[in-house]
């Protein structure tokens, strides 16, 4: 009798190549996504190596970080910018990589579009030069960050070498209350985890509370793994995944469509599998979650307080939250609902699909952003964009006064013209508040869509369920 | 990549923890298409004002770490982003070993592909080591990478855990592609049998 296993042991055992006698693996990569700012260097390296990609058809090319989101017709204004951008164009075409340039309407941050694509398949084993990579782990695929050199390393040899990481389960037992997202979720459990507490693992989320998850649900879940430092995350596929996959350009066609879900269905862990490390969380206890300062571990329930620095000396923090309460300018003993905002952005590759789209429209309808707030909605590609458009939603947020821009990772991090003025503070349904990720000075308030929209139209942090009792 | 077998120099002390990737090198210098010259945006936020002059308080900035070549630094260094520019932009600077109680798990690996090697050690090694970096020009470490141990300025040592292929590929300099390449056979056999039993992929 053949010993349980995990969803990961099961996706690692079939894809393990080789195994060194100083314990070195080597495995098979089945996906690989590649974007304009990790990979430049990586394609200079097989150039001058003379090496080939071995599979340009497994892989898939788009710029995302550095386009503009509106005005794109014009181009990128800053030249070292629009450089690398013009780089990636050359590089997919000198390798034969499958590309989606930027006035493609498949573009889009390049974890929106695997998905979205088809690319991403359940069992795989999917990377990019890019820690978010984690979002594809939804579908039930390992899918992790790479550096530079490993991007060059899948290029040439479509394999990774890799030491076997520890697992972790996150069962979240219970049902979500209504009007709480997989955002407040995933950034309970960051907080209860903290931003370390998965260093070395990979984690698999599990229970009652995220199989009800749709797809988007369960990728804003996993994308955010690495906030908790493990490098993937990942929820057995099942009749959601499988629903979700059907009919996507890229997906398996009829009859093999068929095949694949046969095997999919056994890759969930088997009962008696064991974990290195077990957590639980009740769901049902989890409201509106929203940070504080620059760690995605400090973070609280909306209805909470600015902690004192103070009471977490014993734990070694006083020292990193006095930090950043000074960055943030909070005072300890503050209400989180008294924090003022001037800016929101809803998109990113943690937020910016299709259903954080209709989210945030359901709270903007009727409503107006406040004088003070600038905001900001993304989509996450332009098919999301297309589709949001085809329902209506563009015209609800205009209407409140939202900027409804091309897609791209935009103000997630700032490296196009979208970005924080120094001191402005931004209720933001990104994945990093990190000093200066927005904006040199910047103050980022990571949160829901629902939650995000609800900041911009009441000009401060609120409960979204308590809105209406505000205007 | 340049071999790593023992190294000595100043260490800097940066007592701060979760020193995340947008801090090491933040996304404005992310750019480029090369690989050298960031080491001059190594921590640029903590490092320089915003008009561009040097923080004359930040340990980088001091006359005795300016040419430090190890960094000692607070818990889980490295988080956030895979970007390797972070590595690059401490090899640049002239660090070629970090020390901390935790590094998170991309950064760790990456530093190994740039010749960097990450050390861990446990909490009152570190306290002792900030302490050492702590000194100024006489914050002296050696690191043998062969021995696994580092040598305090007093003649102090601590012993360090490493992962025996990576140790084996710093110490000889070896690029992983060139070794993954000697093995093509299994990895066609293995493409083979998977065409085989998964055909849709």
């Not at chain 1, 407040?184 to 907080?191: P, Q, S, W």
């Not at chain 1, 458009?389 to 947020?397: A, H, S, T, V, Y």
């Not at chain 2, 001059?40 to 430090?68: C, I, T, W």
Request: with cysteine; hydrophobic share 35%; aromatic share 6%.
């Amino acid at each position: 009798m053949t010993q349980p296993r995990t969803l990961f042991q099961k996706i690692w055992d079939s894809h393990l190549i080789d195994t060194q006698d100083d314990g070195a693996c080597l495995i098979y990569i089945d996906r690989h996504l590649v974007h304009e700012v990790t990979s430049p260097q990586a394609f200079e390296g097989l150039r001058l190596s003379g090496r080939k990609v071995r599979h340009p058809e497994r892989t898939l090319a788009v710029p995302d970080h550095n386009v503009p989101t509106k005005d794109r017709e014009k181009g990128i204004e800053e030249d070292i910018a629009r450089i690398q951008v013009e780089t990636l164009d050359k590089n997919v075409a000198e390798f034969g990589v499958p590309y989606f340039p930027m006035d493609d309407i498949r573009q889009g941050v390049v974890h929106i579009i695997g998905p979205e694509q088809g690319f991403t398949l359940p069992g795989m084993t999917i990377v990019c030069g890019d820690s978010h990579t984690a979002t594809h782990g939804a579908f039930g695929s390992l899918a992790m960050g790479i550096g530079t050199s490993e991007v060059e390393h899948v290029l040439a040899t479509q394999t990774l070498i890799q030491a076997v990481p520890k697992t972790m389960r996150i069962t979240v037992e219970g049902e979500l209350a209504p009007g709480i997202e997989s955002k407040d979720l995933v950034l309970a459990i960051i907080g209860q985890i903290g931003t370390a507490g998965g260093t070395g693992y990979v984690i698999e989320y599990a229970g009652e509370a995220i199989r009800k998850l749709s797809m988007e649900g369960r990728m804003t879940v996993c994308n955010m793994t690495i906030e908790g430092g493990a490098r993937a995350g990942l929820i057995a596929p099942d009749e959601t995944t499988f629903e979700y996959v059907k009919g996507r350009p890229m997906s398996p066609k009829a009859g093999a469509f068929e095949q694949a879900v046969e095997y999919w269905k056994t890759l969930a862990s088997d009962e008696g599998a064991t974990y290195d490390k077990e957590v639980t969380i009740d769901a049902s206890q989890i409201g509106p979650y929203v940070t504080w300062g620059t760690s995605p571990e400090e973070v609280g329930p909306v209805s909470g307080i600015v902690p004192d620095p103070a009471d977490f000396a014993d734990q070694g923090k006083e020292a990193k939250y006095q930090r950043s309460l000074e960055y943030m300018d909070l005072k300890a003993g503050m209400k989180i609902t008294d924090i003022p905002i001037d800016r929101a952005f809803v998109g990113s590759c943690t937020n910016g699909r299709i259903e954080d789209m209709r989210s945030a429209a359901a709270i903007a309808k009727g409503r107006k952003v406040a004088d003070r707030v600038s905001a900001m909605i993304v989509p996450g590609s332009g098919l999301v964009k297309e589709q949001a458009e085809q329902e209506g939603l563009d015209k609800i947020f205009i209407e409140a006064g939202f900027e409804w821009r091309d897609a791209g990772c935009s103000m997630c991090l700032a490296m196009n013209a979208d970005r924080l003025a120094p001191g402005e503070r931004c209720a933001s349904t990104s994945n990093r508040n990190f000093e200066g990720r927005q904006g040199r000075g910047g103050r980022t308030h990571l949160m829901s869509p629902a939650m995000a929209v609800a900041a911009a139209i009441a000009g401060h942090i609120v409960d979204v369920r308590d809105l209406d009792q505000e205007n | 990549m340049e071999k790593f077998t023992q190294l000595r120099g100043v260490a800097a002390p940066l007592d701060m923890v979760n020193i995340d990737t947008d801090l090491i090198i933040p996304k404005q210098h992310l750019k480029t298409i090369e690989r050298t010259g960031l080491g001059k945006f190594l921590l640029d936020e903590l490092r320089y004002n915003e008009d561009g002059s040097e923080k004359e308080d930040f340990v980088l900035n001091q006359p005795a770490y300016r040419d430090a070549k190890i960094l000692v630094a607070g818990d889980n260094f490295g988080c956030g982003s895979s970007r390797e520019h972070a590595p690059w932009a401490i090899e640049d600077f002239g660090i070629r070993c970090v020390i901390s109680t935790s590094f998170a798990d991309i950064f760790y690996n990456n530093c190994f592909k740039n010749g960097i090697l990450p050390i861990v050690v446990s909490p009152e090694d570190l306290e002792n080591l900030m302490d050492d970096a702590g000194r100024g020009s006489n914050a002296i470490l050696t690191i043998d990478l062969e021995a696994q141990e580092i040598t305090g300025p007093d003649g102090g040592t601590v012993k360090f855990d490493i992962d025996p292929f990576r140790k084996h590929c710093l110490v000889n300099g070896l690029d992983d592609i060139g070794l993954t390449m000697e093995k093509v056979d299994k990895i066609s056999d293995f493409e083979d049998r998977r065409a085989q039993s998964q055909p849709w992929l």
